[in-house]
């Protein structure tokens, strides 16, 4: 397999690249991950972390009324806040399902997923699912031994198991959802671990489902992967499983991938509703690692946690709202853009698209900005979020370095005039 910048080739149909293409193009999205665990709000992992029994957790299922539920809210506030996609938990790895399946009764008592998917798709953005390839509630997934089931250390479970019957399960809800729910953009898979891979999920069958009944769809690697190991994504022959996007997890990879890649990121320390937790990231520490991924060529996907009631966050409303502000003026300079052809400056970062660089500026400096373009090659500079000019020139200073143009921002002070990151627009010449 071979990458440059946005020559990506996949090894599936020509629907599939037209699709990964746009998703490049669009580079954020929401993440929402919600289900019963907001009740006990302390993270989606809390059956497992905590060795939770069944029957302490089954009553949240029962509890579960979220009378403040708006999903057009949380599509206005996405929308507005810049993302061109989200993704929302259709069922996480404690089996429950915010979807109507016939194959269960442990499931809400509406279609959430329906609703979110609705109430986004008429904000225009485009829609994923999440689906659990785990299930700790289904009697025939592996219990005793298994290294993230909340039963594992229980010798009550220490008995044969059916998995084919957990597999018939599985397949036929991601049916469901393939077949139920309209157009799908994204499926999200995860995640695979220790010897539960690939052929274990019968991964063949659920992408010949996948290609079948959602043709232009794109899917993750974690059918084969999960947040650290990429699976046969990154080999010079990925296997009909790979998927069509790495997806690392928490962290942006040093250099970039060779292949398509989204980092999702919590806005927090949690992906499910946690009340305790309040150690959020600011809305400039966000923007600056979304910036970063378009930098190295990729997407980021940020996860909000609702509430049991239904609600985002206030913390999470805020930083939208923030996002916003700033992605309102210097959208340009990540839809569309990529790895520039530049090195990393000191001061900050690149991203570019076609003939326009976006020069990143996140530290002060004493003296103007170096930009390692001759100022022969350039048309225009400009401010990106009011489209200032910014004169094309070189410093008395500055003449023995000809292969630099020296952005001169504020003569005025020496800070930048966004504090989160100032957009510099650099057109060159054709």
């Not at 997923?113 to 225009?124: H, K, N, P």
């Not at 991964?203 to 046969?232: F, S």
Request: net charge negative; with cysteine.
């Amino acid at each position: 397999m071979h990458f440059k910048k946005s020559s990506y080739k996949n090894h599936f149909s020509k629907g599939d690249l037209m699709n990964i293409t746009e998703f490049q193009k669009s580079r954020f999205g929401l993440f929402i991950h919600w289900g019963i665990y907001s009740i006990p709000a302390r993270g989606e992992w809390v059956r497992s972390n905590e060795e939770m029994k069944e029957e302490d957790y089954i009553p949240f299922a029962n509890e579960f009324d979220p009378d403040l539920f708006n999903p057009h809210q949380w599509a206005k506030l996405a929308k507005k806040a810049g993302m061109k996609y989200a993704v929302m938990t259709a069922k996480h790895h404690d089996g429950y399902c915010m979807f109507d399946t016939k194959t269960t009764d442990w499931k809400a008592n509406r279609d959430y997923v329906r609703e979110f998917l609705d109430a986004f798709r008429q904000e225009g953005l485009k829609v994923g699912l999440y689906y659990s390839l785990l299930d700790w509630h289904h009697p025939d997934y592996p219990h005793f031994k298994d290294r993230h089931h909340p039963e594992r250390n229980n010798v009550k479970y220490d008995k044969p198991i059916y998995f084919s019957n957990y597999l018939n399960y599985m397949h036929t809800q991601i049916k469901e959802l393939l077949t139920n729910y309209g157009k799908l953009d994204i499926m999200w898979f995860d995640f695979s671990y220790d010897n539960m891979t690939k052929d274990v999920w019968d991964a063949h069958k659920i992408v010949t489902m996948a290609r079948t009944y959602q043709p232009d769809m794109i899917i993750d690697n974690r059918l084969e992967g999960d947040g650290v190991h990429p699976g046969t994504i990154m080999d010079a022959h990925p296997s009909f499983t790979a998927g069509d996007f790495t997806s690392p997890e928490q962290m942006i990879p040093p250099q970039g991938l060779p292949v398509p890649w989204e980092a999702c990121i919590t806005m927090n320390e949690h992906w499910g509703y946690c009340a305790k937790d309040t150690n959020y990231k600011s809305a400039k520490l966000i923007i600056r690692t979304l910036v970063e991924c378009v930098s190295k060529g990729g997407n980021m996907i940020l996860n909000v946690g609702p509430d049991a009631r239904g609600q985002f966050p206030k913390e999470s409303i805020q930083v939208l709202n923030k996002i916003s502000e700033w992605m309102k003026l210097n959208e340009a300079s990540i839809y569309g853009c990529t790895k520039c052809e530049l090195e990393k400056p000191e001061w900050g970062r690149y991203t570019q698209k076609g003939n326009k660089i976006y020069a990143h500026i996140l530290d002060e400096s004493i003296f103007d900005i170096p930009v390692k373009i001759r100022k022969e090659k350039i048309q225009n500079i400009r401010r990106l979020s009011d489209h200032s000019q910014i004169k094309i020139q070189t410093p008395w200073n500055a003449e023995s370095f000809p292969d630099y143009t020296f952005i001169h921002i504020d003569s005025n002070s020496h800070q930048c005039p966004d504090p989160i990151d100032t957009v510099v627009e650099i057109t060159l010449r054709d």
